[in-house]
């Protein structure tokens, strides 16, 4: 039997096999290059087919694709629909009683939501959003526990065309300020508290701590859901609980028909200047997106258990949780808990219990649950399983192969998929019956997507060689603008000194093999990534800063084999160098202070104090040599032009 490591030097190439193929959605490559191929003859009327065959309009558009404005382009916008209608509505006169979500509790509680539960629920809520004022176009902040409210929160704003913004649960009264303050919403919708791994944490008390953190506060409601019935703090006129605002209201609500174009939510991701940017994703491309990839991607049947174990909070609980599921129909687990609680087999576990057909997470997660007992799979009945998915960034080999060997038993393709907040649905990945995988490889662009590795002019690359990762035609399911910031968007996404500003910059390097395969390198700026989740380093930096006790600081990433990165600081403080115990105390402070400024995500796990930092003789930080001493590496680079050499010994230090 071949080992790992021989599988790996012979850059292995793993078919999808028979009986997956024979009932599979795409089957064998003819056909993958057959999709490819009219993509490219025939663009616009490509997408224009996939938007009737997937989409129902309310007014079908005419005009398929606007470019009078690159890169601020338009998809159908002289078409209208609803995106809670073609998620719900749609499925009630063929499935009302299928199942669409199953939802589990931290603590083992089950409930099975079918369509028209789900469906009135949405109506009801929607309805009492109306009476609090909620108008199409009003921005919505929801800042929820992962159950199904938090989904029907979200589509009970785009039933009405409310622009929701979703804030991970996990991030910190500022962050929820500054979301607030940069969208203006009007209302927030939130729990009193949420429950993970046995644990309470806080969102009512999040939510009005952010609240006060400025007299330009635009919220004028707090919707509550009562979790947990802790003891919260009230304010009458203001907050609401969410089962006195639906206890009266109708389970009928005719939805808002907006403008394909409409702006469907705002999702904030972090960027490499400290501000967060607010990504703003249409209505009907948004959906497409996620609808054609749960479709090729997922090679989605009516019989599939759909669980994707991805928070709301993030890109990836929008388009395959609350939205790309239920517009096709699907039966979906939804989890609030952890793997670990109350026994690192919980996964496992929920595969068997709700027989799971195709499971979706991140490498992160893989790799924690490889630590948590390489051979539990196998202590559970994992035979329902058909297809494994992987998201969030790029994937080592290794897990790769566990992933593959033994959580599929070496019959379930893996989909690595690559994408981004930016791009709304996947762009790079395995079409499970038709394309050929490679442990570590994201593989071939989805068909529609043009993707390539070019130098920093825009120039191709060759075969091997590492680049910038761009997509070369525009996408229904990009974004379309940062929230209020048009410029930022162009300078970010379609830099004029790549291809005259005509491609849209992913921000990724990567590299593409003999086989046309592609695989991602890492990231272009300095943008970390944390367990999956993006992470600014001037977002950190400036949070650290923000401190009485620092007077400069620096944060880079270093590779992890859980998390993939994890945050390293280098901080000078405004006292002088401390001793071992006072470092210890300050350290630990600071990761408090990052923590309560961003969010526990963004906490620093390695401190390093110097007297100050290395720079150049003209002022620059050298932060390549600061990734070196992150990783431990001997320094190698030309290091004349430093101000103060001394320096590097003090800083290979951690606290």
Not at 202 to 212: G, H, I, N, Q
Not at 268 to 273: A, E, H, I, L, W
Not at 454 to 462: I, K, R
Request: glycine share 8%; net charge negative; proline share 5%.
């Amino acid at each position: 039997m071949a080992t790992i490591e021989s599988i790996l030097h012979e850059n292995r190439v793993f078919p999808p096999t028979g009986e997956f193929v024979r009932n599979a959605n795409l089957s064998g490559m003819n056909a993958y290059e057959t999709l490819r191929q009219a993509a490219e003859r025939d663009y616009t009327g490509f997408w224009a087919k996939l938007a009737k065959q997937h989409l129902t309009w309310h007014k079908p558009f005419t005009r398929v694709f606007d470019d009078t404005d690159p890169p601020f382009y338009k998809w159908f916008d002289d078409g209208e629909l609803n995106i809670s209608w073609n998620c719900l509505d749609r499925h009630l006169t063929t499935q009302a009683d299928k199942t669409a979500i199953i939802f589990e509790s931290d603590e083992g509680e089950v409930i099975h939501c079918s369509y028209r539960e789900l469906h009135s629920q949405v109506c009801r809520f929607a309805n009492g959003l109306k009476t609090l004022g909620v108008r199409q176009g009003d921005r919505v902040v929801i800042y929820m526990p992962m159950r199904i409210e938090a989904v029907v929160a979200m589509q009970a704003c785009a039933r009405i065309g409310a622009i929701h913004s979703v804030v991970f649960g996990g991030f910190s009264a500022k962050s929820v300020h500054e979301r607030i303050i940069d969208a203006g919403a009007s209302v927030v919708i939130t729990a009193d508290e949420q429950t993970r791994g046995g644990k309470r944490h806080s969102l009512k008390a999040t939510v009005d701590e952010a609240l006060v953190m400025s007299d330009t506060n635009p919220v004028h409601s707090v919707v509550v859901l009562r979790r947990t019935g802790a003891d919260i703090a009230w304010q009458k006129g203001q907050d609401h609980w969410w089962h006195d605002l639906v206890s009266q209201q109708s389970d009928v609500c005719e939805p808002a028909w907006v403008n394909a174009e409409h702006p469907l939510f705002t999702l904030y991701t972090s960027g490499s200047t400290g501000k967060p940017k607010g990504v703003q994703h249409s209505s009907a491309g948004y959906l497409l997106g996620a609808m054609t990839s749960m479709q090729l991607v997922f090679d989605y049947h009516t019989d599939d258990i759909f669980w994707c174990t991805a928070d709301v909070g993030w890109v990836t609980g929008h388009s395959y949780v609350a939205y790309g599921p239920l517009a096709i129909g699907a039966t979906q687990v939804i989890f609030e808990g952890t793997p670990t609680h109350p026994h690192p087999g919980r996964f496992w576990e929920i595969i068997q219990k709700h027989k799971v057909t195709t499971f979706y997470t991140a490498p992160t997660a893989i790799r924690s649950l490889i630590k948590l007992g390489a051979d539990l799979p196998g202590q559970y009945d994992l035979s329902s399983l058909r297809l494994l998915g992987s998201v969030g960034e790029p994937i080592n080999p290794e897990a790769w192969m566990w992933y593959y060997t033994v959580v599929g038993q070496s019959r379930c393709p893996v989909v690595d998929t690559w994408w981004q907040t930016e791009t709304g649905s996947h762009m790079i990945a395995p079409i499970p019956g038709a394309v050929p995988t490679k442990p570590g490889s994201c593989t071939l662009p989805l068909p529609g997507i043009d993707a390539a590795v070019v130098d920093e002019t825009g120039l191709p690359v060759g075969q091997g060689k590492g680049g910038f990762l761009v997509i070369k035609r525009p996408f229904p399911s990009m974004l379309r603008t940062l929230w209020n910031d048009p410029d930022r968007f162009r300078n970010t996404y379609f830099p004029a000194d790549i291809a005259g500003g005509r491609y849209y910059l992913a921000g990724d390097s990567a590299h593409r093999d003999q086989d046309g395969y592609f695989w991602i390198m890492g990231r272009i700026d300095d943008v970390l990534n944390v367990s999956g989740h993006r992470l600014g380093t001037m977002e950190i930096e400036s949070a650290l800063v923000a401190h009485p006790l620092v007077a400069e600081a620096a944060v880079v990433g270093k590779p992890h084999e859980i998390k993939g990165e994890i945050v390293v600081a280098f901080v000078v403080l405004r006292e002088n160098l401390p001793e071992d115990q006072r470092a210890v105390a300050i350290a630990a402070t600071l990761r408090e202070w990052v923590s309560s400024e961003i969010g526990a995500i963004a906490r620093p796990e390695e401190i390093r104090f110097g007297e100050n930092l290395p720079k150049t003789r003209s002022g620059k930080i050298m932060r390549r040599l600061l990734r070196a001493l992150a990783r431990g590496e001997a320094i190698t680079q030309d290091i004349s032009t430093l101000e103060n050499p001394v320096i590097l010994e003090q800083l290979s230090q951690t606290v």
